[in-house]
């Protein structure tokens, strides 16, 4: 689908695995052919529509012609992918759910059959677990993750939220206890000793809701990264060699931002095309690109010193003013195999990219919105933007002020 607020326009597009149609970078090459000295490509986050992304892009880049410098002639690119969108509801849309994860559907429409009725017997919860797993491509041989979920084992092999490995009804209660703020009965208490009654029935498949949730977050969480490694890497690689001149600006949205991040595992040794990364409240860890993390100083994150493949700067946007990372990303990444409480946000462990900005990498530089734009960036490395002053909530991310930041992290603005 044609953009049309910004002229050269093109569309790249993969499927969950990271494979597209054949001559995308030919085609994002001939922008080089039409003169243009720098090319910014940007993925969105959580959507499900190639509609909705495009229309993302159209006002994502509507304000770039107005901030690229004179010398500067910018080409664009979106990236779809196919995302599902993390809404606050307590449910999927259903029919998106199974557009999503195709070969599913039979398990979709089973897990809808029991949250709609309910069924107070324990069996139903347990298959209702057992679906998430199938729904998640969870096998019986998969290892939990824990604090250290975004190590370097990469998307491929990543490690199962240790929600979908865990007792049913204590996960599930700790899920109904966490969307109660922490109200009601713990999941270890006296009531959970009981035969179940209406009341922990309603509040289990309240958790059992969560807990769906949360799986397709995972599920979305798990494809960005291949898509990155397996699909954008690559042809970044086969940029730089067709058109090496052409400078390439990644910029990302959410689960977005984790894709164009791990498009630097898959992008090829000494490939120099990427001359900036910025990533839009991004929903991976803060620890990802750390060297050590500091609770477990043996391994490092999934994307250790990978922002040195970047030709600049790989920046970090970040507002405390966004709840989806602020509360649902810490409750999707917190629940460990050590029965760690999933309420509150008090353990800096789990808190996403997009929340507070890159942590553990010395020498990261640390700056205001304000700053970054009046005093410039750093020519490479890491550096953290606070952004909350324009990113009000987790999708607030259309302002010319990023725009401008994006245009400072490439040098053509």
């Not at 085609?27 to 986050?45: E, P």
């Not at 270890?188 to 949360?214: C, I, T």
């Not at 910025?278 to 990978?306: I, K, M, N």
């Not at 460990?336 to 990498?361: F, H, K, N, T």
Request: charged residues 20%; hydrophobic residues 45%; aromatic residues 8%.
């Amino acid at each position: 689908m044609t953009v049309t607020s910004v002229d050269p326009y093109r569309e790249i597009v993969f499927d969950k695995d990271g494979d597209g149609p054949r001559g995308q970078a030919a085609t994002l090459a001939g922008l080089a052919r039409r003169g243009c000295t720098d090319l910014v490509l940007f993925s969105h986050g959580w959507n499900n529509s190639p509609s909705v992304a495009s229309g993302l892009f159209s006002r994502f880049f509507a304000p770039f012609p107005r901030v690229a410098a004179p010398g500067a002639r910018l080409g664009y690119a979106g990236l779809v992918w196919p995302s599902m969108m993390f809404s606050d509801e307590p449910v999927p849309d259903y029919a998106a759910l199974a557009a999503t994860v195709p070969g599913r559907t039979a398990v979709v429409a089973r897990l809808a059959e029991l949250i709609e009725r309910e069924p107070a017997e324990e069996v139903a919860f347990a298959e209702f677990a057992a679906l998430l797993r199938h729904l998640a491509g969870i096998g019986p041989d998969v290892p939990a993750e824990g604090p250290a979920a975004d190590h370097a084992r990469g998307p491929a092999v990543a490690a199962a939220p240790a929600f979908l490995l865990g007792d049913p009804l204590t996960v599930f209660g700790m899920f109904a206890d966490a969307a109660d703020g922490g109200a009601g009965v713990p999941p270890g208490g006296p009531e959970a000793e009981s035969l179940l009654g209406g009341d922990r029935v309603r509040r289990l498949w309240k958790g059992a809701k969560e807990a769906l949730r949360q799986a397709t977050y995972y599920t979305m969480k798990r494809r960005a990264g291949v898509v990155g490694e397996r699909g954008l890497g690559p042809l970044l690689g086969e940029l730089a060699r067709t058109a090496p001149a052409l400078r390439v600006h990644l910029v990302g949205h959410s689960f977005g931002a984790r894709l164009v991040a791990h498009a630097l595992r898959g992008l090829p040794a000494g490939a120099r095309t990427v001359k900036s990364v910025t990533l839009l409240q991004g929903a991976f860890s803060h620890y990802a690109f750390a060297a050590r993390l500091p609770h477990e100083p043996g391994r490092g994150g999934a994307l250790r010193d990978l922002q040195r493949r970047v030709d600049g700067p790989l920046v970090a946007c970040h507002s405390h003013r966004d709840t989806a990372l602020g509360v649902f990303y810490p409750l999707a990444s917190r629940l460990a195999r050590d029965d760690e409480s999933v309420l509150g946000r008090e353990d800096p462990r789990w808190w996403a990219i997009g929340y507070d900005g890159v942590q553990a990498v010395p020498g990261t530089a640390v700056l205001t919105l304000g700053a970054a734009l009046r005093e410039g960036l750093p020519a490479s490395g890491c550096a953290s933007v606070d952004a909350a002053r324009v990113v009000s909530e987790h999708s607030d991310i259309c302002h010319e002020e990023l725009a401008r930041l994006v245009a400072r992290a490439g040098r053509f603005g």
